[in-house]
């Protein structure tokens, strides 16, 4: 075959990193004083989904370089919003702050260089980006005076860098996955408080999408384009199975706080972002009956950086002070039936079973002083996995995938001299792809 030609197609993934900006504040702590400077440093974890479009043109030349350029829109939000909700007791006072960051859309126009082995092309890419980021500052109750909400936003430009890997299911239509890194400039935002600072964006994306070929012959049905001559037969599903993955993670995780002091008690809920990378191993065994429903089981183990990143510093003349909260599953694994069934070369499936995974909480404000106790607490958590993917047999014993999970562990408890009680749900959305080897 050749790769050669135009092309058209659409995409879906997942993007996780984190906003860090710099506001700069100028106030008097007591009335009638100087004003004093006030420089902070924040930065939260970010996450979200997106779905779009692409279009290109290729071209390989007779030693099976294959060069050309694509370009693509997406759509969706990659998103940190710190939500904070107080509700005291004693007053019955309800406070309630927002600071909202968001890339509402996001688009490339890049070079791609890959090397053609038959049905498959690896190949790298890179080239400029841009998108569309917002900004939304607001208080439930503001000061007489001052506006409830500020508003703010830009298109900005930058760059895209990333690798992939596509394969020709036929001649004419082709799956692909992609990492790309992209990096957009910094605008000047504006906040409450007649506050101004720099805000940069850059996030990781990691997506799978299809492409078709124009002038390329399409297949008949049940007649996929002929496989690597790795092992002998028609696709398999059944039987042993190892393999590896890969993939990204992202969530939304609400954190409950409750303080008894005296005769009050304050319960405050913070709202946070989650995302994260990760990486591992399975091993499954499946048994394919003759109507070609295919049952089996599988098990797998991840390492992640997955979990909930915000940082807040403030330096001025007078003291520092660094406020740090971390939320984080840097293990988990699952044992899970399936459920699918086999068209030809590709088998859809079900899944769902039990989770487990090692959690982590700890938050702290430093300088940490003498009578306070920092939050912190790890426990090995047990919940439950459901989802769904897609398998695609590149041989009769290699089978590429594609998979969606939903992963609950449940919450995290810990207690802090400073906030109280505290718990936190851990849970997580999972886009990842895979290879596995049938025996």
Same mark, same amino acid.
């Given at each position: 075959?050749?790769?050669?030609?135009?092309?058209?197609? !659409?995409?879906?993934?997942?993007?996780?990193?984190?906003?860090?900006?710099?506001?700069?504040?100028?106030?008097?702590?007591?009335?009638?004083?100087?004003?004093?400077? *006030?420089?902070?440093?924040?930065?939260?974890?970010?996450?979200?989904?997106?779905?779009?479009?692409?279009?290109?043109?290729?071209?390989?030349?007779?030693?099976?370089?294959?060069? $050309?350029?694509?370009?693509?829109?997406?759509?969706?939000?990659?998103?940190?919003?710190?939500?904070?909700?107080?509700?005291?007791?004693?007053?019955?006072?309800?406070?309630?702050?927002?600071?909202?960051?968001?890339?509402?859309?996001?688009?490339? !126009?890049?070079?791609?260089?890959?090397?053609?082995?038959?049905? &498959? !092309?690896?190949?790298?890419?890179?080239?400029?980006?841009?998108?569309? *980021?917002?900004?939304?500052?607001?208080?439930?109750?503001?000061?007489?005076?001052?506006?409830?909400?500020?508003?703010?936003?830009?298109?900005?430009?930058?760059?895209?860098?990333?690798?992939?890997?596509?394969?020709?299911?036929?001649?004419?239509?082709?799956?692909?996955?992609?990492?790309?890194?992209?990096?957009?400039?910094?605008?000047?935002?504006?906040?409450?408080?007649?506050?101004?600072?720099?805000?940069?964006?850059?996030?990781?994306?990691?997506?799978?999408?299809?492409?078709?070929?124009?002038?390329?012959?399409?297949?008949?049905?049940?007649?996929?384009?002929?496989?690597?001559?790795?092992?002998?037969?028609?696709?398999?599903?059944?039987?042993?199975?190892?393999?590896?993955?890969?993939?990204?993670?992202?969530?939304?995780?609400?954190?409950?706080? !409750?303080? *008894?002091?005296?005769?009050?008690?304050?319960?405050?809920?913070?709202?946070?972002? %989650?995302?994260?990378?990760?990486?591992?191993?399975?091993?499954?065994?499946?048994?394919?009956?003759?109507?070609?429903?295919?049952? $089996?089981? &599988?098990?797998?183990?991840?390492?992640?950086?997955?979990?909930?990143?915000?940082?807040?510093?403030?330096?001025?003349?007078?003291?520092?002070?660094?406020?740090?909260?971390?939320?984080?599953?840097?293990?988990?694994?699952?044992?899970?039936?399936? &459920?699918?069934?086999?068209?030809?070369?590709?088998?859809?499936?079900? *899944?769902?079973?039990?989770?487990?995974?090692?959690?982590?909480?700890?938050?702290? &404000?430093?300088?940490?002083?003498?009578?306070?106790?920092?939050?912190?607490?790890?426990?090995?958590?047990? $919940?439950?996995?459901?989802?769904?993917?897609?398998?695609?047999?590149?041989?009769?014993?290699?089978?590429?995938?594609?998979?969606?999970?939903?992963?609950?562990?449940?919450?995290?408890?810990?207690?802090?001299?400073?906030?109280?009680?505290?718990? %936190?749900?851990?849970?997580?959305?999972?886009?990842?792809?895979?290879?596995?080897?049938?025996?």
């Amino acid at each position: 075959m050749s790769w050669s030609g135009p092309y058209i197609g !659409l995409n879906a993934g997942m993007t996780g990193g984190s906003f860090a900006y710099s506001p700069i504040e100028m106030e008097a702590l007591k009335p009638n004083e100087p004003q004093e400077l *006030t420089q902070n440093r924040i930065r939260n974890s970010a996450a979200g989904g997106f779905f779009g479009a692409q279009i290109g043109y290729l071209y390989q030349f007779q030693n099976n370089v294959v060069l $050309g350029a694509e370009a693509d829109f997406q759509i969706g939000p990659y998103l940190t919003s710190g939500t904070e909700r107080e509700i005291s007791s004693e007053t019955n006072k309800r406070e309630s702050e927002l600071a909202k960051f968001k890339t509402s859309y996001f688009g490339t !126009l890049r070079a791609r260089l890959g090397y053609a082995i038959g049905p &498959v !092309l690896p190949y790298v890419t890179g080239g400029l980006a841009f998108g569309r *980021t917002q900004t939304m500052f607001a208080e439930g109750e503001p000061e007489p005076g001052k506006p409830a909400s500020v508003t703010s936003g830009k298109t900005n430009w930058g760059y895209a860098v990333g690798a992939g890997v596509e394969y020709a299911i036929a001649p004419a239509w082709r799956l692909k996955a992609e990492y790309l890194y992209t990096s957009l400039s910094s605008y000047q935002a504006q906040g409450l408080e007649n506050v101004t600072f720099k805000l940069p964006t850059s996030f990781n994306l990691a997506r799978i999408g299809v492409n078709y070929a124009f002038g390329a012959p399409s297949f008949q049905p049940n007649s996929f384009y002929p496989q690597p001559a790795i092992g002998e037969g028609p696709p398999r599903f059944d039987g042993f199975s190892i393999g590896i993955n890969a993939g990204i993670a992202a969530g939304i995780s609400d954190v409950d706080k !409750l303080k *008894t002091e005296d005769t009050q008690t304050t319960q405050k809920t913070e709202r946070r972002q %989650a995302s994260g990378g990760l990486a591992g191993f399975e091993i499954g065994y499946h048994y394919k009956f003759a109507n070609n429903v295919v049952v $089996g089981a &599988v098990a797998d183990y991840q390492w992640t950086n997955y979990g909930v990143f915000s940082s807040e510093s403030e330096q001025s003349a007078a003291e520092a002070e660094r406020e740090k909260l971390t939320i984080g599953i840097p293990q988990f694994g699952t044992v899970r039936a399936r &459920v699918g069934y086999q068209f030809g070369s590709f088998m859809p499936y079900i *899944t769902g079973g039990l989770a487990y995974g090692r959690a982590t909480y700890r938050e702290a &404000v430093m300088p940490l002083e003498a009578e306070k106790v920092p939050a912190s607490n790890q426990a090995t958590k047990i $919940g439950y996995a459901v989802g769904a993917g897609i398998e695609y047999a590149l041989t009769s014993q290699i089978a590429l995938k594609v998979e969606y999970l939903f992963v609950d562990l449940g919450t995290i408890s810990a207690f802090s001299s400073e906030t109280g009680r505290i718990k %936190a749900p851990l849970d997580m959305n999972i886009g990842r792809v895979g290879i596995s080897y049938h025996f």
